[in-house]
C-alpha cells in the first residue's frame, strides 16, 4: 500500500446500535411531549418491546444492532444511573424528617425481601427474583440495569422484569389516583403514598401531579430517598457476587465489592450535596441522564419476547402484579403511620 494512500477506517461494531438507540429516545420523547402523561422512560421501554416483537427486526436486533443495543442496556445505563445522583441532597431527604426517612427505607427493605421470597416461591429462573424485587422496590427499571451490572444475567432474565415494572408502573398513573379519595388521603399524603410505592421516577411524577405542587414535590423526594437504597442494595449483591464465585471457580472474574458506577452515584450525591452547582449544570446533567437512561431502556426493551413471557411466564406476571400490591400496601401502612 502506498504511503499516500488513505487509511481505512474499520467499522465501530456499536455505533449502528447506539444510533438507533438515539433516535428510538427522539421518539419517546415526541411521545411525552404529545401525551405529557406517558412518562418518557416508560415510553421509551415499551417502544423497545413493540419494536422486538416485529419479525421484520429480528435480524437487525440480533445480528448488525445487537452490540449497540447491548453497550446501550449496558454501559449508558450505568452512566445514567450515576448521572441520577446528581438528583438527590442529601439536604432534602433529611427535611422529610426521621420518621418519614426510616418507614421509606422499611418498606424498600421488606418490598424487596418480600418480592425476593414471591419470585423464589414460585420458582422463577435465574436472577429473575432478584431483578423484579430490585426493580419493584427502588427504581424501576434502572434499577434492574444497575443491579444486572452486578450479576450478569441473560438478556432474557433482565428484559422480563423490565417489561414488568413497566407494566404494573403504568397502571399505577391510572390506578392510584382512583383511590386516593376513597382512602381518605389528603394531597400531600397522597404524594407520600405514590413516592414510597411506585417505581419509576416518571411514572411518580405523572401520578402524583394530579394532587398538585406540594403533592409532587413530597412523592419526589420521598422517591428519591428510595433512589439512594440502590447504592447498598447493589454493593449487598455485589458482595454475594464475590463469594458465590469463590466458592465456586476462583479464576472466574469476581465483581467489585462496590461498583463503580455506584461509587459515581454515591459521590455524584454527595457532590449534589455539598458543593453549589449552577443551575445550568444540573439541568444538563438532568437531560443527559434522561437521554442515557431512555436509550438503555429501549435497547432492554428491544430483548422482551412477549410469545416467551406469555407462554411460560405467568409466574413471573403473578410474580409481579404481587409485589406491586405488596408494595402499594407497605407504602400506605408507612403513610398512615407517620400521619400520626
Known amino acids: 500500500m502506498s504511503a499516500f494512500s488513505p487509511s481505512v477506517r474499520r467499522p465501530v461494531p456499536w455505533l449502528p446500535g447506539v444510533l438507533v438507540c438515539a433516535l428510538a429516545a427522539a421518539a419517546a420523547w415526541a411521545v ?4 405529557p402523561a406517558v412518562p418518557l422512560l416508560t415510553a421509551a421501554v415499551v ?48 427535611g422529610l424528617g426521621w420518621a418519614a426517612i426510616l418507614s421509606t427505607v422499611a418498606v424498600v ?16 429462573p435465574g436472577h429473575q427474583p432478584l431483578l423484579i424485587a430490585t426493580g419493584f422496590s427502588i427504581c424501576g427499571a434502572s434499577a434492574i440495569g444497575a443491579m444486572s451490572g452486578v450479576v450478569k444475567p441473560k438478556d432474557e432474565e433482565a428484559a422480563t422484569p423490565v417489561a414488568l415494572v413497566t407494566l404494573c408502573g403504568t397502571l399505577a398513573i391510572f ?54 437504597m440502590l447504592a447498598p442494595m447493589v454493593a449487598i449483591a455485589s458482595v454475594v457476587e464475590r463469594r458465590r464465585h469463590v466458592e465456586g471457580d476462583a479464576a472466574v472474574k469476581r465483581p467489585p465489592i462496590v461498583p463503580l458506577f455506584v461509587a459515581g452515584f454515591l459521590l455524584a450525591v454527595l457532590l449534589r450535596t455539598f458543593v453549589p452547582l449552577p443551575a445550568a449544570v444540573t439541568d444538563g446533567a438532568d437531560t443527559l441522564q434522561t437521554v ?49
Do not use: E, Y
Not at 411525552?32 to 401525551?35: E, M, V
Not at 445522583?85 to 442529601?90: A, E, I, R
Not at 427493605?109 to 422463577?124: A, C, M, P, Q
Not at 390506578?175 to 411518580?204: I, M
Open 32 to 35: 411525552h411531549w404529545l401525551a
Open 47 to 94: 417502544l423497545g418491546i413493540v419494536v422486538g416483537q416485529l419479525p421484520g427486526a429480528r435480524p437487525a436486533l440480533t445480528g448488525t444492532l445487537a452490540p449497540g443495543l447491548s453497550l446501550s442496556a449496558k454501559r449508558l445505563m450505568r452512566i445514567g444511573v450515576v448521572l441520577l445522583g446528581l438528583k438527590l441532597s442529601l439536604g432534602d431527604i433529611a
Open 109 to 124: 427493605v421488606l418490598s424487596f425481601v418480600g418480592t425476593f421470597g414471591i419470585g423464589r416461591l414460585l420458582r422463577l
Open 175 to 228: 390506578v392510584l389516583p382512583l383511590l386516593w379519595h376513597p382512602l381518605g388521603l389528603d394531597a400531600v399524603q397522597f404524594g407520600h403514598w405514590v413516592g414510597a410505592g411506585v417505581h419509576d421516577v416518571g411514572q411518580v411524577v405523572a401520578t402524583a401531579q394530579l394532587a398538585g405542587a406540594a403533592a409532587l414535590s413530597v412523592a419526589v423526594v420521598v422517591k428519591l430517598t428510595r433512589v439512594l
Open 292 to 340: 442515557l437512561l431512555a436509550m438503555a431502556l429501549f435497547g432492554l426493551g428491544t430483548a422482551v419476547r412477549l410469545r416467551s413471557l406469555v407462554g411460560t411466564g405467568w409466574r413471573a406476571l403473578v410474580a409481579g402484579l404481587a409485589s406491586w400490591a405488596l408494595i402499594a400496601a407497605l407504602a400506605l401502612g408507612a403513610v398512615w403511620l407517620t400521619a400520626r
